[in-house]
Protein backbone atom coordinates (compact mmCIF):
# COMPACT_ATOMS: atom_id res chain seq x y z
CA UNK A 1 0.00 0.00 0.00
CA UNK A 2 1.57 3.17 -0.75
CA UNK A 3 1.32 6.34 1.59
CA UNK A 4 0.15 8.34 -0.17
CA UNK A 5 -2.03 11.64 1.19
CA UNK A 6 -5.57 9.83 0.40
CA UNK A 7 -4.38 6.53 1.85
CA UNK A 8 -3.09 8.18 4.64
CA UNK A 9 -6.65 10.75 4.99
CA UNK A 10 -8.45 6.89 4.91
CA UNK A 11 -6.39 5.48 7.53
CA UNK A 12 -7.11 8.89 9.14
CA UNK A 13 -10.62 8.13 9.26
CA UNK A 14 -10.86 4.66 10.15
CA UNK A 15 -8.55 5.43 13.13
CA UNK A 16 -10.54 8.65 14.42
CA UNK A 17 -13.97 6.17 13.53
CA UNK A 18 -12.85 4.02 15.90
CA UNK A 19 -11.70 5.98 18.59
CA UNK A 20 -14.60 7.93 18.28
CA UNK A 21 -16.49 4.76 19.20
CA UNK A 22 -14.61 4.27 22.39
CA UNK A 23 -15.64 7.59 23.88
CA UNK A 24 -19.10 6.91 23.31
CA UNK A 25 -18.49 3.42 24.54
CA UNK A 26 -16.25 4.76 28.33
CA UNK A 27 -19.34 7.26 28.28
CA UNK A 28 -22.19 4.85 28.32
CA UNK A 29 -20.42 3.17 30.82
CA UNK A 30 -19.51 6.46 33.21
CA UNK A 31 -22.30 8.88 32.46
CA UNK A 32 -21.24 11.10 34.77
CA UNK A 33 -18.53 12.11 32.38
CA UNK A 34 -20.46 13.95 29.56
CA UNK A 35 -16.81 15.34 28.30
CA UNK A 36 -16.22 11.65 27.08
CA UNK A 37 -19.41 11.84 25.01
CA UNK A 38 -18.21 15.37 23.61
CA UNK A 39 -15.01 13.85 22.45
CA UNK A 40 -17.02 10.60 21.05
CA UNK A 41 -18.78 13.07 18.72
CA UNK A 42 -15.94 15.01 18.10
CA UNK A 43 -13.76 12.45 16.75
CA UNK A 44 -17.11 10.56 14.76
CA UNK A 45 -17.49 14.26 12.72
CA UNK A 46 -13.03 14.24 12.41
CA UNK A 47 -13.73 10.82 11.03
CA UNK A 48 -16.62 12.02 8.35
CA UNK A 49 -14.28 15.49 7.65
CA UNK A 50 -11.15 12.98 7.02
CA UNK A 51 -13.14 10.85 4.77
CA UNK A 52 -14.56 14.00 3.03
CA UNK A 53 -11.09 15.19 2.38
CA UNK A 54 -9.95 11.48 1.17
CA UNK A 55 -12.58 11.99 -1.29
CA UNK A 56 -10.85 15.55 -2.95
CA UNK A 57 -11.22 15.61 -6.46
CA UNK A 58 -14.08 12.64 -6.41
CA UNK A 59 -16.90 14.58 -5.21
CA UNK A 60 -17.48 18.37 -5.39
CA UNK A 61 -15.17 20.71 -4.29
CA UNK A 62 -18.30 22.42 -2.03
CA UNK A 63 -18.30 19.39 -0.09
CA UNK A 64 -14.80 17.83 0.20
CA UNK A 65 -13.15 21.87 0.72
CA UNK A 66 -15.84 23.82 2.78
CA UNK A 67 -18.26 21.03 4.41
CA UNK A 68 -15.10 18.25 5.45
CA UNK A 69 -13.35 21.49 6.57
CA UNK A 70 -15.63 22.95 8.13
CA UNK A 71 -16.53 19.34 9.62
CA UNK A 72 -12.79 19.35 10.66
CA UNK A 73 -12.68 22.96 12.93
CA UNK A 74 -16.34 21.51 14.34
CA UNK A 75 -14.46 18.67 15.29
CA UNK A 76 -11.75 20.55 16.76
CA UNK A 77 -14.21 23.07 18.60
CA UNK A 78 -16.08 19.93 20.10
CA UNK A 79 -12.60 18.91 22.06
CA UNK A 80 -12.41 22.69 23.65
CA UNK A 81 -15.60 21.86 24.36
CA UNK A 82 -15.13 18.67 25.89
CA UNK A 83 -12.33 20.36 28.16
CA UNK A 84 -14.03 22.92 29.36
CA UNK A 85 -16.98 20.84 30.51
CA UNK A 86 -14.46 18.50 31.56
CA UNK A 87 -12.92 21.12 33.94
CA UNK A 88 -16.50 22.40 35.36
CA UNK A 89 -17.36 25.01 32.58
CA UNK A 90 -20.36 24.88 30.57
CA UNK A 91 -20.83 23.97 27.22
CA UNK A 92 -21.26 27.07 24.98
CA UNK A 93 -22.11 26.14 21.46
CA UNK A 94 -21.52 29.66 19.94
CA UNK A 95 -17.94 28.98 21.11
CA UNK A 96 -17.77 25.19 19.60
CA UNK A 97 -19.24 25.47 16.35
CA UNK A 98 -17.68 29.54 15.97
CA UNK A 99 -14.77 28.09 14.40
CA UNK A 100 -16.52 26.29 11.85
CA UNK A 101 -18.93 28.98 10.86
CA UNK A 102 -16.61 31.08 10.47
CA UNK A 103 -14.96 28.91 7.65
CA UNK A 104 -18.46 28.49 5.83
CA UNK A 105 -18.63 32.57 5.72
CA UNK A 106 -15.23 33.00 4.40
CA UNK A 107 -15.99 30.22 1.85
CA UNK A 108 -18.80 32.35 0.57
CA UNK A 109 -16.37 34.93 0.03
CA UNK A 110 -15.71 34.16 -4.00
CA UNK A 111 -11.60 35.66 -3.72
CA UNK A 112 -11.26 33.39 -0.31
CA UNK A 113 -12.76 30.40 -1.71
CA UNK A 114 -10.05 30.81 -4.54
CA UNK A 115 -7.14 31.27 -2.76
CA UNK A 116 -5.69 28.43 -1.22
CA UNK A 117 -3.12 30.51 0.98
CA UNK A 118 -6.07 31.83 2.50
CA UNK A 119 -8.10 29.29 3.00
CA UNK A 120 -5.14 27.04 4.46
CA UNK A 121 -3.87 30.09 6.99
CA UNK A 122 -7.90 30.89 8.08
CA UNK A 123 -7.91 26.89 8.56
CA UNK A 124 -4.57 26.19 10.49
CA UNK A 125 -5.63 29.43 12.92
CA UNK A 126 -8.81 28.75 13.64
CA UNK A 127 -7.49 25.33 14.81
CA UNK A 128 -4.39 26.54 16.71
CA UNK A 129 -6.82 28.42 18.70
CA UNK A 130 -8.47 25.69 19.73
CA UNK A 131 -6.12 23.51 20.52
CA UNK A 132 -4.09 26.43 21.73
CA UNK A 133 -7.11 27.01 24.17
CA UNK A 134 -7.38 23.86 25.13
CA UNK A 135 -4.17 22.99 26.45
CA UNK A 136 -3.98 26.67 28.20
CA UNK A 137 -7.08 24.76 30.41
CA UNK A 138 -5.49 22.09 30.75
CA UNK A 139 -2.26 23.79 32.17
CA UNK A 140 -4.57 26.36 34.51
CA UNK A 141 -7.01 24.50 35.77
CA UNK A 142 -7.82 21.61 38.33
CA UNK A 143 -7.65 21.43 42.10
CA UNK A 144 -8.29 17.96 41.11
CA UNK A 145 -4.26 16.28 41.08
CA UNK A 146 -4.39 14.31 37.79
CA UNK A 147 -1.41 13.21 36.78
CA UNK A 148 -2.45 13.04 32.92
CA UNK A 149 -3.45 16.77 32.73
CA UNK A 150 -0.18 18.34 32.56
CA UNK A 151 0.77 15.67 29.55
CA UNK A 152 -2.31 16.50 27.89
CA UNK A 153 -1.75 20.03 28.05
CA UNK A 154 1.79 19.71 26.12
CA UNK A 155 0.13 17.10 23.95
CA UNK A 156 -2.33 20.01 22.65
CA UNK A 157 0.17 22.76 22.63
CA UNK A 158 2.78 20.58 20.60
CA UNK A 159 -0.20 19.93 17.91
CA UNK A 160 -1.19 23.79 18.11
CA UNK A 161 2.55 24.52 17.39
CA UNK A 162 1.87 22.33 14.41
CA UNK A 163 -0.83 24.46 13.14
CA UNK A 164 0.54 27.24 13.86
CA UNK A 165 3.65 27.10 12.29
CA UNK A 166 2.00 26.21 9.24
CA UNK A 167 0.42 29.88 9.04
CA UNK A 168 4.33 31.25 8.53
CA UNK A 169 5.15 28.53 6.23
CA UNK A 170 2.18 29.12 4.27
CA UNK A 171 3.25 33.11 4.18
CA UNK A 172 6.47 31.91 2.88
CA UNK A 173 6.14 29.15 0.48
CA UNK A 174 2.24 29.34 -1.11
CA UNK A 175 1.39 25.91 -1.53
CA UNK A 176 1.23 25.16 -5.64
CA UNK A 177 -1.69 23.83 -7.18
CA UNK A 178 -1.16 20.61 -8.80
CA UNK A 179 -3.52 17.82 -10.49
CA UNK A 180 -3.82 15.99 -7.39
CA UNK A 181 -4.72 18.61 -5.08
CA UNK A 182 -3.91 16.24 -2.19
CA UNK A 183 -0.15 15.84 -3.61
CA UNK A 184 1.31 18.36 -0.95
CA UNK A 185 4.07 17.27 1.80
CA UNK A 186 1.43 19.23 4.93
CA UNK A 187 -1.34 16.63 4.29
CA UNK A 188 0.98 14.11 4.39
CA UNK A 189 2.41 15.77 8.08
CA UNK A 190 -0.89 16.68 9.23
CA UNK A 191 -2.66 13.24 8.79
CA UNK A 192 0.77 11.75 10.27
CA UNK A 193 -0.03 14.47 13.10
CA UNK A 194 -3.59 13.98 13.29
CA UNK A 195 -3.05 9.84 14.02
CA UNK A 196 -1.02 10.66 16.75
CA UNK A 197 -2.83 12.95 18.07
CA UNK A 198 -6.17 10.61 17.95
CA UNK A 199 -4.27 7.55 19.39
CA UNK A 200 -2.41 10.18 21.98
CA UNK A 201 -5.93 11.94 23.01
CA UNK A 202 -7.77 8.61 23.26
CA UNK A 203 -5.08 7.09 25.77
CA UNK A 204 -4.73 10.83 27.65
CA UNK A 205 -8.36 12.02 27.88
CA UNK A 206 -9.61 8.65 28.89
CA UNK A 207 -6.70 7.97 31.47
CA UNK A 208 -8.22 11.66 32.96
CA UNK A 209 -11.29 10.57 33.59
CA UNK A 210 -10.41 7.12 34.91
CA UNK A 211 -8.04 9.50 37.43
CA UNK A 212 -10.87 11.76 38.10
CA UNK A 213 -13.40 9.03 38.99
CA UNK A 214 -10.57 7.35 41.09
CA UNK A 215 -9.87 10.70 43.15
CA UNK A 216 -13.87 11.43 43.56
CA UNK A 217 -13.62 7.99 44.69
CA UNK A 218 -10.98 8.26 47.12
CA UNK A 219 -12.64 11.87 48.62
CA UNK A 220 -16.14 10.42 49.19
CA UNK A 221 -14.16 7.79 51.08
CA UNK A 222 -12.48 9.69 53.23
CA UNK A 223 -15.53 12.58 53.79
CA UNK A 224 -18.03 12.72 55.80
CA UNK A 225 -21.78 12.53 53.71
CA UNK A 226 -23.42 15.08 55.54
CA UNK A 227 -21.08 17.72 56.75
CA UNK A 228 -18.53 17.47 54.11
CA UNK A 229 -15.47 17.50 56.33
CA UNK A 230 -12.89 14.39 57.05
CA UNK A 231 -14.83 10.91 58.22
CA UNK A 232 -13.38 9.43 61.41
CA UNK A 233 -10.93 7.36 59.57
CA UNK A 234 -9.48 10.20 57.47
CA UNK A 235 -8.78 12.59 60.47
CA UNK A 236 -7.28 10.09 62.06
CA UNK A 237 -5.14 8.93 59.46
CA UNK A 238 -4.00 12.36 58.93
CA UNK A 239 -3.31 12.95 62.68
CA UNK A 240 -1.43 9.83 62.88
CA UNK A 241 0.90 10.80 60.12
CA UNK A 242 1.43 14.20 61.25
CA UNK A 243 2.31 13.54 64.85
CA UNK A 244 4.69 10.59 63.57
CA UNK A 245 6.73 13.30 62.01
CA UNK A 246 7.83 14.69 65.34
CA UNK A 247 6.06 17.94 64.71
CA UNK A 248 4.23 19.96 67.49
CA UNK A 249 0.67 19.82 67.62
CA UNK A 250 -2.44 20.53 69.15
CA UNK A 251 -5.18 17.87 69.20
CA UNK A 252 -8.91 19.88 69.75
CA UNK A 253 -11.75 18.12 70.49
CA UNK A 254 -15.48 19.87 70.02
CA UNK A 255 -18.73 18.31 70.97
CA UNK A 256 -22.11 19.94 70.87
CA UNK A 257 -24.04 20.27 73.95
CA UNK A 258 -26.98 18.95 74.65
CA UNK A 259 -27.35 17.71 70.74
CA UNK A 260 -29.88 15.05 71.49
CA UNK A 261 -32.37 17.45 73.38
CA UNK A 262 -31.71 19.41 70.05
CA UNK A 263 -32.91 16.29 68.10
CA UNK A 264 -35.42 15.35 69.91
CA UNK A 265 -36.49 18.82 70.37
CA UNK A 266 -36.56 19.94 67.01
CA UNK A 267 -36.40 17.34 64.56
CA UNK A 268 -33.34 15.41 63.08
CA UNK A 269 -33.50 17.98 59.75
CA UNK A 270 -32.94 20.65 62.32
CA UNK A 271 -29.97 18.57 63.69
CA UNK A 272 -28.27 18.00 60.78
CA UNK A 273 -28.60 21.85 60.01
CA UNK A 274 -26.65 22.41 63.47
CA UNK A 275 -23.55 19.86 62.61
CA UNK A 276 -23.35 21.57 59.41
CA UNK A 277 -22.91 25.46 60.56
CA UNK A 278 -20.42 24.01 63.30
CA UNK A 279 -18.36 22.70 60.60
CA UNK A 280 -18.74 26.18 58.45
CA UNK A 281 -17.94 27.72 61.14
CA UNK A 282 -15.07 26.02 62.17
CA UNK A 283 -13.87 25.79 58.46
CA UNK A 284 -13.99 29.97 58.12
CA UNK A 285 -11.96 30.83 61.88
CA UNK A 286 -9.61 27.87 61.96
CA UNK A 287 -6.43 28.33 60.12
CA UNK A 288 -6.78 27.67 56.23
CA UNK A 289 -5.87 24.16 55.67
CA UNK A 290 -7.16 22.81 58.76
CA UNK A 291 -8.67 19.46 58.74
CA UNK A 292 -11.15 18.73 60.12
CA UNK A 293 -12.82 15.63 60.99
CA UNK A 294 -16.25 14.39 62.54
CA UNK A 295 -15.57 11.67 64.59
CA UNK A 296 -18.94 10.45 64.88
CA UNK A 297 -22.61 11.66 65.94
CA UNK A 298 -21.88 15.31 67.13
CA UNK A 299 -18.21 14.97 68.00
CA UNK A 300 -15.48 16.96 66.24
CA UNK A 301 -11.86 17.03 65.84
CA UNK A 302 -9.19 19.27 63.98
CA UNK A 303 -5.07 19.33 64.77
CA UNK A 304 -3.23 22.63 64.49
CA UNK A 305 -0.09 23.11 64.21
CA UNK A 306 0.54 27.03 65.32
CA UNK A 307 1.52 27.81 68.73
CA UNK A 308 0.11 26.49 71.57
CA UNK A 309 -1.66 29.53 73.20
CA UNK A 310 -3.34 30.40 69.07
CA UNK A 311 -4.54 27.07 69.02
CA UNK A 312 -6.65 27.78 72.48
CA UNK A 313 -7.61 31.25 71.49
CA UNK A 314 -9.01 29.80 67.88
CA UNK A 315 -10.59 26.98 69.62
CA UNK A 316 -12.17 29.50 71.41
CA UNK A 317 -13.17 31.33 68.89
CA UNK A 318 -15.25 28.63 67.04
CA UNK A 319 -16.74 27.97 70.24
CA UNK A 320 -17.93 31.47 70.93
CA UNK A 321 -19.08 31.85 67.35
CA UNK A 322 -21.23 28.80 67.86
CA UNK A 323 -22.52 29.99 70.61
CA UNK A 324 -23.51 33.33 69.30
CA UNK A 325 -25.91 31.73 66.53
CA UNK A 326 -29.33 32.59 66.45
CA UNK A 327 -32.46 31.44 64.20
CA UNK A 328 -34.87 34.12 63.67
CA UNK A 329 -37.49 30.64 62.92
CA UNK A 330 -36.40 28.78 66.24
CA UNK A 331 -35.92 31.48 69.28
CA UNK A 332 -36.05 28.94 72.07
CA UNK A 333 -33.29 27.02 70.12
CA UNK A 334 -29.72 27.51 72.08
CA UNK A 335 -26.16 26.40 70.48
CA UNK A 336 -23.16 25.97 72.54
CA UNK A 337 -19.72 23.58 72.32
CA UNK A 338 -17.63 21.97 74.98
CA UNK A 339 -13.76 21.44 73.75
CA UNK A 340 -10.54 19.82 75.00
CA UNK A 341 -7.34 20.38 74.00
CA UNK A 342 -3.97 18.68 74.16
CA UNK A 343 -0.92 19.64 73.20
CA UNK A 344 2.42 17.25 72.26
CA UNK A 345 5.36 16.77 70.81
CA UNK A 346 6.57 13.19 68.84
CA UNK A 347 3.82 11.60 71.44
CA UNK A 348 1.49 8.60 69.86
CA UNK A 349 -1.66 9.95 68.53
CA UNK A 350 -3.42 7.34 70.64
CA UNK A 351 -2.32 9.37 74.10
CA UNK A 352 -2.91 12.30 72.44
CA UNK A 353 -6.19 11.45 72.01
CA UNK A 354 -6.72 10.21 75.49
CA UNK A 355 -5.80 13.37 76.87
CA UNK A 356 -8.09 15.76 74.70
CA UNK A 357 -10.38 13.07 75.40
CA UNK A 358 -9.86 13.58 79.17
CA UNK A 359 -9.55 17.45 79.20
CA UNK A 360 -13.03 17.25 76.56
CA UNK A 361 -14.73 15.12 79.78
CA UNK A 362 -13.47 18.00 82.35
CA UNK A 363 -15.10 21.17 79.99
CA UNK A 364 -18.69 19.02 80.19
CA UNK A 365 -18.64 18.54 84.07
CA UNK A 366 -17.21 22.00 84.29
CA UNK A 367 -20.78 23.45 82.72
CA UNK A 368 -20.66 23.30 79.43
CA UNK A 369 -19.82 25.84 76.49
CA UNK A 370 -16.01 25.85 77.64
CA UNK A 371 -12.38 24.98 76.15
CA UNK A 372 -10.53 22.79 78.63
CA UNK A 373 -6.84 22.01 78.44
CA UNK A 374 -5.57 18.62 79.10
CA UNK A 375 -4.08 18.79 82.93
CA UNK A 376 -5.21 22.62 83.05
CA UNK A 377 -9.07 23.20 83.21
CA UNK A 378 -10.04 27.03 82.05
CA UNK A 379 -12.92 28.78 83.22
CA UNK A 380 -15.71 29.23 80.64
CA UNK A 381 -15.35 31.98 78.28
CA UNK A 382 -17.97 34.91 79.33
Given amino acids: MRLDSATLLAATFLLTFVVGLLFLFSWRQSRPAPALLIWGIAHLIGAVASAGLAARGLIPDLLSIGLANAAVLAAYGLIWAGITVFEGRRFRPAATFGGAALWALLCCVPAFYADISARVIAASGIACLYMGAGALLFW ?5 PLASRRAAAVLLAVYAVCYGVRIPATLLAPPVTTPNPLDSPWITILCLASMLLTLAVAFLFTALTKERAEHRQRVAAS ?9 RRAFVDHAEATAARGQAVTLVLFDLDHFKGINDTFGHMVGDTVLIAFCEVAAVLLPPGTRIGRLGGEEFACLLTGHPEAALVQA ?7 AAIRIAALPDLRLSASAGLAQGRGEPFDA ?30 A
Fill in 223 to 231: TDGLTGVAN
Fill in 140 to 144: RRGAE
Fill in 352 to 381: LMRRADTALYAAKNGGRNRVAVADTLLPAA
Fill in 316 to 322: DSVRRAF
